[in-house]
């Protein structure tokens, strides 16, 4: 039986909607000698059961993992993975000779908060972000092994730099499943290499794959600026696309040779790429006014709710500067993945800096995350990336 936390008064109330947290306020009290990570009951203030999830010490007292009382055990596991899986098969992902890159677990969106799966071939990159989730991991991935049918091979464990770091688990990343040193992967057709061992997130922004199909549609014979370019998605997708130039720009000189690897893995000697390790303020600052299309993708500008108000004027400047260098009858791609900056925060940075610019600007399109990263309906907080298309004149 799992120890229990018990509900103040009314605080039950966003659990009857299904929201999947519990805030540490909401608690009145729980029983003794429950640690961080444990599986817990969670008690209204009339006495009854509504839910089970893992308690974590912080703002976030408990994330749910069901609405039924239920075991945590392994046909669990396996449920929600084959349930996860299922949703990737039936959208045309998991099961495509072109693409065998996506996300297989969403967090929140797939019912499983804190845990994040990204897949690359038959390797899976694990990622937990509580520290629950990070004591089920080797039955998370043996489930993820069963249940894949054959589809995954290996799991690779990343997260050190996503657990809470006073947990003090003494985390390090590595196999936990099989082994694998081929890291090429292919999405859409198009190679990659993916740096799981010291990349960002699990290697490679999975999140952007129909948005750089939708530049790819709009490069031909244009010259495209990609911003922030990290692994280089955008640049080899506008060459596919037909763009007659394409310039990559990222502050990391790892992620510049990543860049430089992969365009390589695709177009072997094309002299239409280049990468450069600048600034990217100081890059568009020099940068003379004969791009057609600019992608401007860069990290997180905030994480956290007080990081908001610099945030935003982090987009404005950015975007106003791209305003300022991009061609006239130009298109601007440009996005942000702050959870904590809603749409509406971010289209107003957007605008305020076209109005700073005088330019006529359009809105061609409204782009966010893809269905392999499904929004919890009862969980808004689970849409975090915002993204327009822009035409400029």
């Given at each position: 039986m799992y120890k229990q936390i018990y509900?103040?008064?009314?605080?039950?109330?966003?659990?009857k909607r299904f929201h999947p947290w519990v805030f540490s306020g909401a608690i009145h009290h729980a029983d003794d000698g429950i640690e961080e990570g444990d599986t817990v009951r969670v008690i209204t203030?009339?006495?009854?059961?509504?839910?089970?999830?893992?308690?974590?010490?912080?703002?976030?007292a408990v994330r749910v993992l069901s609405f039924r009382d239920v075991t945590v055990d392994s046909s669990f596991w396996e449920s929600r993975i084959r349930s996860a899986l299922r949703l990737r098969v039936a959208m045309g992902i998991a099961d495509n000779s072109t693409n065998n890159t996506y996300r297989l677990v969403h967090g929140e969106g797939d019912n499983l908060p804190g845990l994040v799966v990204d897949v690359y071939g038959k390797t899976a990159v694990m990622q937990a972000h509580s520290v629950g989730m990070h004591i089920c991991r080797m039955d998370v991935a043996q489930a993820i092994v069963k249940v894949s049918d054959g589809r995954i091979e290996n799991i690779y464990y990343k997260s050190e730099t996503t657990l809470p770091f006073k947990a003090d688990l003494g985390q390090e990343n590595g196999f936990i499943y099989g082994s694998s040193d081929d890291n090429t992967a292919m999405e859409n057709g198009l190679r990659?290499?993916?740096?799981?061992?010291?990349?960002?997130?699990?290697?490679?922004?999975?999140?952007?794959?129909e948005n750089r199909s939708l530049l790819e549609r709009y490069s031909y014979g244009r010259k495209v600026l990609n911003m922030f370019c990290y692994t280089g998605g955008f640049s080899f997708y506008a060459m596919r696309g037909g763009a007659s130039l394409v310039h990559s720009v990222d502050s990391s000189a790892k992620a510049i040779e990543l860049t430089r690897r992969n365009v390589e893995l695709n177009f072997p000697g094309d002299t239409?790429?280049?990468?450069?390790?600048?600034?990217?303020?100081?890059?568009l600052d020099e940068a003379g006014s004969h791009y057609d299309i600019v992608i401007l993708d860069p990290p997180a500008f905030a994480?956290?709710?007080?990081?908001?108000?610099?945030?935003?004027?982090?987009?404005?400047?950015?975007n106003a500067k791209a305003f300022e260098k991009i061609k006239s009858g130009g298109i601007l791609f440009t996005f942000s993945c702050s959870q904590v900056i809603t749409k509406d925060n971010f289209r107003n940075a957007v605008f305020t800096a076209a109005a700073m610019s005088g330019r006529k600007v359009r809105i061609l399109h409204q782009l966010h995350q893809p269905a392999d990263h499904p929004i919890?309906?009862?969980?808004?907080?689970?849409?975090?990336?915002?993204?327009?298309?822009?035409?400029?004149?």
């Open positions: 509900l103040k008064r009314g605080k039950e109330d966003s659990l203030s009339s006495g009854d059961f509504i839910a089970v999830g893992h308690y974590q010490i912080g703002s976030i990659f290499h993916v740096d799981w061992l010291k990349g960002q997130k699990t290697g490679f922004f999975v999140d952007q794959r239409r790429h280049e990468a450069f390790c600048e600034d990217a303020f100081k890059y994480k956290h709710r007080g990081a908001i108000r610099n945030a935003l004027k982090g987009y404005c400047r950015l919890n309906i009862y969980h808004p907080e689970g849409e975090y990336l915002k993204g327009l298309v822009l035409y400029v004149e």
